[in-house]
């Protein structure tokens, strides 16, 4: 059962333009949204989270939106850099466990 | 600050045989958890430790798999008589597990199983 939706599976943008990926959640217990950056070969590492009691939250040119009546939340990057390219994927855990389902991810890949 | 460590990086078996794997977390993190990444797919939770207590264990993880977190400092992933269905990345994560919900669990660079 996929809990956690994500969307577009791909992204092609070019250089300074912005980057959209959003998701979707089904689980209204969830309560910890983060967004992970994976390159190939590498782990994901954090980029930037989100609790459901805030709608927007921004760290330099990463910025996420929340919809908690929707369930819905995406990634908003600025003046995407080819650096940016890599997979994304959003996650969201609940309670103590902290354990994160993923969405299925989305390949960005930023053009000069 | 060193990160959290997995070794082996890269393991290729033959269907049927053993297979170890450790995963070194973060210096004086508590919590240790592990998920196996499939290509072109997100992680998914196999199992994780609060110190030494395993406390969930995903439907994933079957009767072959068993993971050990002895002494609350590294931990193991074993699979028995390995299945091609087998072949992953293998993840494993740490966090301070202090405040509970919502800490940043930090990824170490997998271990990527191939089994033949």
């Known amino acids: 059962q996929q809990q956690v939706k994500q969307s577009p599976q791909s992204l092609i943008v070019q250089k300074g333009g912005i980057s959209i990926i959003n998701c979707a959640y089904e689980?209204?217990?969830?309560?910890?949204f983060p967004w992970y950056q994976q390159f190939p070969g590498k782990g994901p590492a954090l980029l930037i989270a989100?609790?459901?009691?805030?709608s927007e939250k921004k760290e330099g040119r990463f910025t996420i939106s929340f919809n908690k009546s929707a369930k819905q939340f995406s990634l908003h990057i600025m003046d995407s850099q080819p650096g940016d390219s890599a997979t994304y994927f959003c996650?969201?855990?609940?309670?103590?466990?902290?354990?994160?389902?993923f969405g299925t991810g989305t390949r960005l890949q930023v053009f000069p | 600050d060193t990160g959290v460590s997995q070794d082996p990086r890269h393991k290729i078996t033959k269907r049927g045989q053993n297979v170890t794997f450790r995963c070194d977390p973060i210096?004086?993190?508590?919590?240790l958890y592990w998920y196996r990444q499939t290509l072109g797919q997100g992680p998914e939770f196999l199992t994780y430790?609060?110190?030494?207590?395993?406390?969930?264990k995903s439907r994933l993880l079957s009767d072959r798999f068993s993971a050990e977190r002895p002494k609350g400092s590294f931990s193991t992933l074993e699979i028995q008589r390995t299945e091609q269905g087998d072949s992953a990345m293998y993840l494993c994560?740490?966090?301070?597990?202090?405040?509970?919900?919502?800490?940043?669990?930090?990824f170490g660079p997998g271990t990527r199983l191939l089994v033949l």
């Open positions: 994560a740490s966090s301070r597990g202090l405040r509970g919900a919502g800490e940043t669990q930090y």
């Open positions: 689980n209204t217990a969830f309560d910890y």
């Open positions: 989100i609790r459901p009691d805030v």
């Open positions: 996650a969201a855990s609940r309670g103590n466990t902290d354990k994160l389902i």
């Open positions: 210096s004086e993190h508590n919590r």
């Open positions: 430790f609060q110190n030494e207590a395993q406390l969930e």
